[in-house]
C-alpha cells in the first residue's frame, strides 16, 4: 500500500493592510449619522496622494473613495453655475449703467 503523503500545514498570507477609509471609518464608533464617520479629509489627502504618485491605490479603493466622498460632501457644480450666471447678469447690468451715463 503506498504511504500517503503528509500535508503541510496551511500557511495564512498575510492580510492587506486596511485603506486610510477603512480605518479611519474603524476608529469612528458610537451613533450618529453614517457620514458622521466617514472622515472625508483622510480620503481626499488619499487621493491627492495617489494623483501625485506618492501613494499606490487600487482602481476599486479611489472608486470607493469617490462615492463616498460623493455621499459626504455636497455637490458645488450648481452653486458654482449659479454664481456664474449672477457674475455675468451683474456685468451687463453694470454695462447697461454705463452706457446710460
Not at 504618485?53 to 469617490?66: C, D, I, P, R
Not at 466622498?69 to 455675468?88: F, G, Q, V, Y
Request: aromatic share 0%; no cysteine; proline share 5%.
Amino acid at each position: 500500500m503506498p504511504e500517503k503523503k503528509k500535508r503541510k500545514p496551511a500557511v495564512k498570507k498575510p492580510t492587506a493592510k486596511k485603506s486610510v477609509v477603512k480605518k479611519a471609518a474603524a476608529k469612528k464608533t458610537g451613533g450618529g449619522n453614517m457620514r458622521d464617520k466617514i472622515n472625508v479629509l483622510a480620503m481626499i489627502e488619499a487621493l491627492e496622494q495617489h494623483v501625485l504618485g506618492q501613494k499606490e491605490m487600487t482602481a476599486t479603493q479611489v472608486n470607493a473613495a469617490l462615492a463616498l466622498l460623493k455621499k459626504t460632501m455636497p455637490d458645488m457644480s450648481e452653486p458654482i453655475r449659479k454664481l456664474m450666471k449672477e457674475t455675468e447678469t451683474s456685468k451687463a447690468h453694470e454695462d447697461a449703467l454705463k452706457e446710460l451715463e
